[in-house]
């Protein structure tokens, strides 16, 4: 099923308002952004690159769930839920724009 960008859902102007919120930070290609498992203490904009949201299974294996780009909010579930984090999301290509808000 298709979803758009959170970018194009909530609008270019709160988009742009979140961003200033935000640190700026650079991360290379397969950098791990979010662990399976952990706290969810923050989430991620996504201005630049792509990332890619796995699933681990009971064997050790991943199942890749998602690939996301630009214009996406990455672990805003398991913040609204105060659980920890379903998905691992690693960086696919370089990010040379990925904002992180939270603690």
Do not use: N
């Not at 988009?15 to 706290?39: F, K």
């Amino acid at each position: 099923m298709y979803q758009p960008p959170r970018v194009q859902v909530i609008g270019e102007m709160l988009w742009s308002r979140l961003r200033a919120l935000t640190p700026q930070r650079v991360r290379p290609a397969r950098s791990m952004l979010l662990r399976q498992g952990d706290p969810a203490t923050h989430v991620i904009l996504l201005d630049s690159g792509s990332a890619l949201v796995t699933l681990a299974g009971a064997s050790g294996g991943q199942t890749l769930l998602a690939v996301r780009g630009a214009g996406e909010l990455l672990g805003e579930l398991a913040v609204l839920d105060d659980r920890p984090r379903t998905a691992t999301v690693i960086a696919r290509r370089s990010l040379s724009r990925a904002h992180r808000a939270g603690s």
